[in-house]
């Protein structure tokens, strides 16, 4: 186990210059997200289209590297799908994160470097909050927590 | 740490000889991700050394039974050395009497058994509980239930930016509608020492009842409850090197007489029928069911290692530790220390440029250095400093200054990491 293979090249870019960190005004799917073992907040914004595609996808708050990489990465990943299709990708995500399937690099192509956290059992719920934020989101809301 | 305060510390004492006390305690000599352990994270639970292992592992191979029980051998061994351990206890905070001496699973238990057997009968609407911006959550939620369930309310003494107690401002909102100050002994996420013998001055001149948070002030100072002038003090084993789910509350004899119960079952009566039952004495009548036998006589355990050491010298090469640790701490780049206050014990509260503190407990952990990083259950002073989390190093006297020197290196490799 390295520090390498958590703190990849793409989640410190990603962490230092994060993707789509801002508001979308309403109306758009909101939700936020906390985690109270290290106070990490985050509000994730989504705008489906006429035809049930995600549009636009954007997070605002702050927390950890891998966290804020997390958010920014996923704000990228799943631009563009639909819904179903975006559900399906947070169900391969979560499985990659926790070490249940291996990430296929053709299909996870940056999310990839989030595998790293499987090693580092306090970490998993740093790169999974925006994740399990967005999925509520995408139900229309509420707040989840990593508790 | 004042100035003058660390010369004479210095100058009175002789060498704290740091490795033979490292020698009792199994834990610290281990390596982690390929570097010998620094553990620098006694604020959230400090390590144990041998004799309270052993006294535990004794207790268990040859005299387990229940206490205040029966009449066989076993029992009689196990209550003497469960009473005995309440004695050690009594002394070493100076307590006047064993039934002043209550056994509870620990400081957040001993202060919500006074939120809801002192407190809760004597609250009403137009009462207040004056707690501190300093405090942990185990000092802030209690009451704020008691003052749900009884409609008084919650006022707070204001903080400086030094990490202090504004002493003028808790003059001002001490009162005679004040029934309650609960205040921390010592600040575990900033480390700062409360002037709490005179904030209980103040406060029992006004007629209120004085609860000290000690679970930070027993495992760094002497504490003689007495001399304190409070009403209730409260800590916990595992922060002073005894077991975890045990710890004390302490309470003026008059008060605890005249509180009810706050749990019922066996050992906490004399007598029981369906009609009436009549409360066990003092302390018993605070301890329903049977109790964690091995943690107290850990505890004991704990205190007569403790007393074993020269305490002074302890705490004196604790406050080296703490004056090393500030200004190897201070030379990294980006690195601003969190709570400055005079008076400290060694704990070192700080953000670093461009980290996260969540990060910054991964990366030192991966050289062998254990911190503790996040809100430190006081989310009220990390709003203050409008900072989500901190990284804290909390010292022990078994620490050494080499330790705080790999940690001032590792964090400087933290920000090259985020570069």
């Not at chain 1, 819904?83 to 169900?91: P, S």
């Not at chain 2, 100050?181 to 006004?206: F, K, Q, W, Y």
């Not at chain 2, 329903?288 to 943690?295: E, K, L, N, S, V």
């Amino acid at each position: 186990m390295q520090l390498a293979d958590l703190y990849r090249d793409v989640i410190i870019d990603h962490n230092r210059n994060p993707r789509n960190f801002r508001r979308i005004p309403p109306p758009c799917r909101q939700a936020e997200g906390f985690n109270p073992l290290c106070g990490d907040k985050l509000h994730v914004y989504l705008r489906l289209d006429d035809g049930g595609r995600i549009e636009d996808l954007a997070f605002e708050g702050s927390g950890c590297a891998i966290s804020v990489a997390s958010a920014s990465m996923m704000t990228e990943a799943l631009r563009g799908r639909a819904v179903a299709d975006a559900r399906a990708l947070f169900e391969r995500v979560h499985d990659m994160l926790i070490g249940r399937s291996e990430a296929d690099p053709a299909e996870m192509g940056k999310l990839a470097a989030l595998a790293g956290v499987r090693d580092f059992p306090s970490r998993v719920k740093c790169a999974s909050l925006c994740w399990h934020t967005a999925h509520a989101a995408l139900a229309d809301g509420g707040s989840v927590t990593t508790e | 740490m004042s100035e003058a305060r660390l010369m004479k510390a210095r100058a009175a004492r002789p060498a704290f000889d740091v490795e033979a006390v490292r020698a009792d305690f199994p834990v610290l000599h281990q390596q982690v991700h390929g570097h010998p352990l620094a553990y620098l994270d006694n604020a959230a639970s400090a390590q144990r050394p041998t004799r309270v292992i052993e006294a535990m592992a004794s207790y268990y191979r040859r005299d387990h039974a229940n206490v205040h029980r029966g009449v066989h051998t076993l029992s009689q061994r196990a209550t003497d050395a469960y009473e005995g351990a309440r004695e050690k206890l009594r002394r070493f905070v100076n307590a006047g009497s064993t039934k002043e001496i209550i056994f509870t699973r620990g400081t957040t238990e001993s202060i919500n058994l006074v939120a809801q057997s002192w407190a809760r009968p004597q609250l009403g609407p137009g009462d207040e509980v004056l707690v501190s911006h300093l405090e942990h959550h185990a000092n802030i939620v209690p009451w704020q239930i008691v003052c749900g369930q009884t409609g008084a309310s919650l006022k707070v003494i204001p903080m400086t930016h030094a990490g202090e107690l504004d002493l003028a401002a808790a003059g001002e909102l001490i009162g005679s509608r004040t029934k309650v100050l609960a205040v921390g002994h010592v600040s575990n996420a900033l480390g700062t020492i409360n002037p709490v013998r005179e904030l209980a001055a103040m406060a029992r001149r006004a007629g209120a009842v004085v609860v000290v948070d000690g679970a930070q002030g027993v495992p760094h100072m002497r504490v003689d409850v007495q001399a304190l002038g409070c009403d209730f003090y409260a800590f916990s084993g595992h922060k002073m090197f005894g077991p975890t789910g045990i710890g004390a509350l302490w309470g003026r004899r008059e008060l605890l007489e005249a509180m009810p119960p706050w749990q019922g079952g066996g050992d906490m009566i004399l007598s029981v029928s369906f009609e009436k039952t009549t409360y066990n004495e003092l302390p018993w009548k605070f301890e329903a069911g049977t109790p964690i036998i091995a943690g107290a006589i850990g505890l004991g355990a704990a205190v007569d290692y403790l007393e074993s050491l020269d305490l002074e010298s302890a705490h004196a090469w604790e406050a080296e530790l703490l004056a090393h640790a500030t200004e190897a701490l201070s030379a990294v780049a980006g690195l601003q220390i969190i709570g400055t206050a005079r008076d400290k014990v060694a704990v070192v509260s700080f953000t670093l440029a461009g980290v996260h503190p969540h990060d910054i407990g991964t990366i030192v952990d991966h050289a062998g250095i254990a911190i503790r990083t996040g809100h430190h259950c006081a989310m009220p002073v990390m709003e203050y400093y409008g900072v989500p989390a901190t990284a804290r190093a909390s010292f022990a006297f078994y620490n050494t200054k080499a330790e705080a020197d790999r940690l001032a290196v590792a964090l400087v490799q933290a920000r090259e990491v985020f570069a």
